[in-house]
């Protein structure tokens, strides 16, 4: 049997409740559905590093956090030094055709990383911006694709509607659909699929920045959702842990009381822009069948991380909290033709790490001995039932330390280095994490199992957040474990010598 074509959705801050399918009682994506209908979603899928340049590390190299040594968001890290063996470049080693289309979030921004082509829309990045004084050529193909086109000038971009990336400010797109960044990756890769090597089979990345804000879908698809019923916020017994980092009235906080008015039209964007996504999925599907691939074509789709959008008075990502770190996952492998899963929903915990094994396993690629992710294709395949992890540890620097956390998909365990702070939640009866169950007796025994399993998962950390045995607060965080340091040094000093 020929091998088959790939193609890797990755959206950017997409929560992992946000499928009809998944019974969201407003988000529509009936497009989406069909992919789940057709393969396994996968309704505990995380982001163990919830943010856009770990998220992406874990994406590429199918390790973990540990492995990788991303534990926070820097940017203007060479990652093709810290992280040469990637899920794309070992498809091209197979003799696959390889493309990345959209966000690709690495440094230098050109990296191919084992792409044989990269078209490039990061969204606004403001490392990039500054570091190249705006000259988009050199960082972005979407703006100079957008100055050439009928109606625009030479000073059109993408932040002409003045949102900023990562503010509550939501308000429709201000230009024709077909010139949205969204649209514009659709049609980017329809025309790819024309000029492809047709003696190969391919492994497409296909990476949106939406529903990433800003909150700028087409008017359709923001009406749509304004009449949605009126926002609420969910609310705890622990949100105080927090206080210290509310910025209340910030349209751009990670944490802070806003209007719900405000929160309301946030969520009409956010869920508009999900709703403009799912109709691109379908555009990408309906040419494959054009073209005749569609059965020869496995299916990934997931997110870097999702997006709090008030839950807890919070907002944007990092944190450990649901709407932060799960995300959609869903693996579809032209069932009809070999015999896969078609229609599974698993409640087994996955990560983004997890995908590169997955994907080379269906492929029949062997999987490179630096990946420690689990495949999941055994499960894809309907030879295996079982979960790959007793449960998984995810964290990330944020508000002044590092959130670590644990979950076997039905209990969460969280640990904050900054003074110690504990959460414990059980995600089955509680799974908006409203109720705090640390320091209640009744849950004592509970707790110290977590514990120690945090204690045994960060038991040879740099940072020395054990000590005799005891998890101790107030050590100094890193964004970035030494081993990766000293690889990119090394790197660097061989580069320089040679």
Known sequence: ????????????????????????????????????????????????????????????????????GRVGYQDGVP?????????????????????????????????????????????????ARQTHRQ??????????????????????????????????????????????????????????????????????YLSFHRPHPPYDPPS???????????????????????????????????????????????????????????????RIKEALADYGLHEDTVFAFTSDHGEMMGDHHMFRKAVPYEGSARVPFIIADAASRRGSVRGAVVDHVAELRDIMPTLLDLAGLPIPETVDGKSLAPIVRGTSTGPVREYLHGEHVYWGQNLHWLTDGHHKYIWGSGRGTEELFNLDDDPRECNNLAGQASHAVDMDRWRQRMVEVLRDREEGFVVDGRLTAGRPVVTMLRHTRATLKANASAAADA
Request: include cysteine; glycine fraction near 8%; aromatic fraction near 12%.
């Open 220 to 282: 359709w698809a923001f009406d749509q959702y304004l009449g949605i019923p009126d926002y609420k916020p969910v609310e705890g017994n622990w949100e105080h842990h927090w206080n210290e980092f509310r910025q209340d009235g910030d349209y751009q906080a990670s944490h802070g009381m806003i209007p719900d008015r405000v929160v309301h039209r946030a969520r009409a964007g956010y869920y508009g822009l999900m709703a403009q996504i799912d109709l691109q999925v379908n």
């Open 79 to 127: 990652f093709h030094v810290a992280h040469p063996v990637t899920v794309q470049g070992e498809f091209r080693k197979a003799g696959y055709h390889t493309q990345a289309i959209g966000k690709m979030h690495v440094w230098p921004e050109r990296s191919r990383l084992g792409f044989d082509d990269v078209i490039l829309h990061d969204g606004y990045l403001h490392h």
């Open 1 to 68: 049997m020929p091998q088959p074509n790939v193609i890797l959705i990755c959206v950017d801050e997409w929560r992992g409740d946000c499928l009809s399918a998944a019974g969201h009682p407003s988000v529509e994506t009936p497009h989406l559905d069909d992919l789940a209908r057709n393969g396994v979603r996968f309704t505990k899928g995380y982001s163990a590093t919830p943010s856009c340049v770990p998220a992406r590390a874990a994406l590429f190299t199918g390790q973990s956090q540990e492995r990788h």
């Open 135 to 204: 000259h988009f050529a050199m960082f972005d193909d979407y703006v100079p694709w957008l100055r050439r086109q009928h109606g625009t000038g030479p000073d059109a971009e993408y932040f002409d509607h003045g949102i900023n990336c990562n503010s509550l400010v939501a308000r429709p797109w201000d230009k024709p659909e077909h010139l949205h960044p969204s649209h514009w990756i659709g049609t980017q890769a329809i025309e790819w699929m024309q000029r492809r090597d047709p003696v190969k089979p391919f492994f497409l």
